[in-house]
């Protein structure tokens, strides 16, 4: 039995934290359009300045000399614009997973983003050449972010030892919310004291940071590391040996495609997704319109419902592991109930904000705890492809994301489409489609989700 190497200062935690900053990059890059995008548009009405549904809570505030440029796009236009990254997204999410075994995750994640960072750098000239040459950044962009989680999970397979896994690919994918969390209030005070432009500029720079560093500290497995201590290679690879490897060159595509606890996984990530992205494409603009905030508040509280997930997905992971170690509750059991709460819940205050009118705390509250509760589905179905085919788990991530991705792509078009006159019994509308569709994954995974290992997962050891 190889004795556990501390955590502090080690390769792995370095690997970790690397790694959540790779991820906040992808998701402030990701996320900085949706802010940046209420300052780039024409103020409509310039008859009178609120042109909110509601009063403006905003003091008026000095307005800064902006020389950045504005654009008359019509909602429509809008909505694409904002889908589009999830165009590219989607093409390289069962790639990635191929190319990080073939090539090394290391590089296929650091180009990957670095590819994102370069085209944000980009976003303000393609702006001002127009719409079209824009939707078609964000589109490159969603091609080089697509294969960042197919490659960590990749990465995590050669690097996390068995019982370390959930510490560590916490620390790593949580990055996504942090980015999230940070770059929205940031993204609104950029854009007040500077201007939109800037808003790529900043995130760009640190993308760029994060590229050198990780070109520089990382490594594909713990044998080809510079600087990791034997002990803790010696650890980890031992630790690693018995594991059944990833590496296999079989893959069972059919019983893979054919397998109904997949397709559970499918649906409910899909379902959970509608929600969560015409949430983060559309919350600062409801927030503007509907509600009445500035852009500096706006991302302020914009951000509110990306931190109660994020709390609540940590809090979520360590609960849903006690009650299957310690009380024994059955694996799809915790999966099941975790996926109940973290999609039924969401539907419901979303609604319930639909109806606040003009009480902004309310609808700010119901949105948060809505967002919030959605965090709780991290232990759920989210996780599950570990429980049903751990050997190919990277793969399943791939199928799976991939049809998540088309609620990014479809759910901001439709919703935008449906708010052409902003007005509270239109976003009512698309509040409904989302729980709706959020109420029927949860009901399709607690039918046909399962728990454990499924048979064609076991792999086919020959006997040579």
Same mark, same amino acid.
């Given at each position: 039995?190889?004795?556990?190497?501390?955590?502090?200062?080690?390769?792995?935690?370095?690997?970790?934290?690397?790694?959540?900053?790779?991820?906040?990059?992808?998701?402030?890059?990701?996320?900085?359009?949706?802010?940046? $995008?209420?300052?780039?548009?024409?103020?409509?009405?310039?008859?009178?300045?609120?042109?909110?549904?509601?009063?403006?809570?905003?003091?008026?505030?000095?307005?800064?000399?902006?020389?950045?440029?504005?654009?008359?796009?019509?909602?429509?236009?809008?909505?694409?614009?904002?889908?589009?990254?999830?165009?590219?997204?989607?093409?390289?999410?069962?790639?990635?997973?191929?190319?990080?075994?073939?090539?090394?995750?290391?590089?296929?994640?650091?180009?990957?983003?670095?590819?994102?960072?370069?085209?944000?750098?980009?976003?303000?000239?393609?702006?001002?050449?127009?719409?079209?040459?824009?939707?078609?950044?964000?589109?490159?962009?969603?091609?080089?972010?697509?294969?960042?989680?197919?490659?960590?999970?990749?990465?995590?397979?050669?690097?996390?030892?068995?019982?370390?896994?959930?510490?560590?690919?916490?620390?790593?994918?949580?990055?996504?919310?942090?980015?999230?969390?940070?770059?929205?209030?940031?993204?609104?005070?950029?854009?007040?004291?500077?201007?939109?432009?800037?808003?790529?500029?900043?995130?760009?720079?640190?993308?760029?940071?994060?590229?050198?560093?990780?070109?520089?500290?990382?490594?594909?497995?713990?044998?080809?590391?510079?600087?990791?201590?034997?002990?803790?290679?010696?650890?980890? $690879?031992? +630790?690693?040996?018995?594991?059944?490897?990833?590496?296999?060159?079989?893959?069972?595509?059919?019983?893979?495609?054919?397998?109904?606890?997949?397709?559970?996984?499918?649906?409910?990530?899909?379902?959970?997704?509608?929600?969560?992205?015409?949430?983060?494409?559309?919350?600062?603009?409801?927030?503007?319109?509907?509600?009445?905030?500035?852009?500096?508040?706006?991302?302020?509280? +914009?951000?509110?419902?990306?931190?109660?997930?994020?709390?609540?997905?940590?809090?979520?992971?360590?609960?849903?592991?006690?009650?299957?170690?310690?009380?024994?509750?059955?694996?799809?059991?915790?999966?099941?109930?975790?996926?109940?709460?973290? $999609?039924?819940?969401?539907?419901?205050?979303?609604?319930?904000?639909?109806?606040?009118?003009?009480?902004?705390?309310?609808?700010?509250?119901?949105?948060?705890?809505?967002?919030?509760?959605?965090?709780?589905?991290?232990?759920?179905?989210?996780?599950?492809?570990?429980?049903?085919?751990?050997?190919?788990?990277?793969?399943?991530?791939?199928?799976?994301?991939?049809?998540?991705?088309?609620?990014?792509?479809?759910?901001?078009?439709?919703?935008?489409?449906?708010?052409?006159?902003?007005?509270?019994?239109?976003?009512?509308?698309?509040?409904?489609? +989302?729980?709706?569709?959020?109420?029927?994954?949860?009901?399709?995974?607690?039918?046909?989700?399962?728990?454990?290992?499924?048979?064609?997962?076991?792999?086919?050891?020959?006997?040579?």
């Amino acid at each position: 039995e190889e004795k556990k190497t501390p955590a502090c200062c080690s390769s792995r935690y370095g690997l970790a934290f690397l790694s959540c900053y790779g991820f906040f990059v992808a998701y402030a890059l990701r996320v900085n359009l949706s802010v940046a $995008m209420v300052d780039m548009l024409k103020n409509r009405s310039s008859v009178n300045n609120s042109s909110s549904v509601c009063p403006h809570h905003s003091i008026p505030v000095p307005k800064h000399n902006h020389t950045a440029s504005v654009y008359d796009w019509d909602s429509e236009t809008q909505g694409w614009i904002l889908g589009s990254f999830f165009y590219g997204y989607i093409l390289t999410q069962i790639p990635g997973g191929y190319l990080a075994r073939k090539y090394g995750a290391k590089w296929l994640f650091g180009i990957g983003i670095l590819c994102t960072v370069i085209f944000t750098l980009l976003t303000p000239v393609a702006a001002d050449l127009g719409a079209g040459y824009l939707i078609a950044v964000r589109v490159l962009e969603g091609i080089g972010e697509g294969v960042s989680y197919p490659a960590m999970h990749a990465m995590w397979a050669s690097w996390a030892p068995p019982l370390e896994r959930s510490r560590l690919l916490t620390i790593s994918y949580t990055g996504a919310q942090l980015g999230t969390v940070v770059a929205l209030p940031l993204s609104g005070q950029i854009c007040f004291y500077l201007d939109w432009t800037y808003v790529f500029y900043i995130f760009g720079a640190v993308g760029l940071l994060w590229f050198v560093l990780w070109a520089y500290f990382v490594s594909n497995s713990p044998s080809l590391h510079k600087r990791i201590s034997e002990d803790e290679k010696t650890y980890i $690879m031992a +630790s690693l040996k018995n594991e059944l490897s990833p590496t296999t060159d079989y893959i069972p595509w059919t019983s893979i495609l054919k397998s109904l606890p997949l397709w559970a996984i499918v649906v409910a990530h899909f379902s959970y997704n509608w929600t969560f992205y015409t949430l983060l494409t559309l919350l600062p603009t409801y927030m503007n319109d509907i509600l009445g905030f500035s852009i500096q508040q706006n991302g302020m509280l +914009s951000a509110l419902p990306y931190l109660g997930c994020w709390l609540l997905a940590l809090l979520g992971g360590q609960l849903a592991d006690l009650l299957r170690e310690k009380y024994l509750i059955r694996t799809v059991i915790v999966r099941k109930a975790f996926t109940i709460v973290g $999609m039924v819940g969401p539907a419901v205050f979303l609604v319930a904000a639909g109806y606040t009118g003009c009480n902004y705390v309310l609808a700010i509250a119901f949105l948060t705890l809505s967002s919030s509760l959605g965090g709780v589905s991290a232990s759920g179905f989210n996780i599950n492809h570990l429980d049903i085919a751990p050997s190919y788990a990277g793969i399943l991530l791939g199928i799976t994301n991939s049809f998540a991705t088309i609620p990014g792509m479809v759910g901001p078009v439709i919703a935008r489409s449906l708010t052409k006159s902003n007005t509270i019994p239109e976003w009512q509308i698309v509040f409904y489609i +989302s729980a709706a569709i959020n109420i029927f994954g949860a009901v399709f995974f607690t039918m046909f989700g399962k728990g454990t290992l499924q048979p064609w997962a076991v792999q086919r050891i020959h006997i040579r």
